[in-house]
């Protein structure tokens, strides 16, 4: 059982920055794919963006590719998602979620972080 506590977001003006955190519980964290996901609302929950257990690879929505950045920390079982030139599209709840097996299927959710980004 893996839990996903998320952190980090916030209230910001449009061309702004913010971080999110991700924090997992569990000894088995670097073995994991994660990803980031958003739920604007009235929308259904989309792909934000996903990086493999070792942090080699990642991959981005069209959407967020060239503003948002996904990385890890293994030794402090961390994922972030620095998130730069923010739009007033990009307001959502964000969600990380760990993929066990890396077959891009998400076992393990947090409660998610509100993001809201002004114009």
């Known amino acids: 059982q893996v839990q996903l506590v998320e952190s980090g977001g916030g209230a910001v003006q449009a061309g702004g920055s913010l971080r999110l955190s991700c924090a997992a519980s569990g000894r088995t964290f670097s073995r994991y794919a994660m990803g980031w996901f958003r739920q604007a609302p009235g929308k259904e929950r989309e792909f934000v963006a996903r990086?493999?257990?070792?942090?080699?690879?990642?991959y981005y929505a069209d959407s967020v590719k060239g503003r948002f950045t996904i990385s890890r920390d293994n030794a402090k079982n961390t994922v972030y998602l620095q998130m730069n030139s923010l739009k007033p599209e990009d307001t959502a709840v964000y969600y990380c979620?760990?993929?066990?097996?890396?077959?891009?299927?998400?076992?393990?959710w947090g409660q998610g972080t509100q993001v809201t980004v002004s114009s």
């Open positions: 979620a760990a993929d066990p097996a890396s077959r891009n299927e998400y076992d393990y």
């Open positions: 990086i493999s257990s070792s942090g080699f690879s990642t």
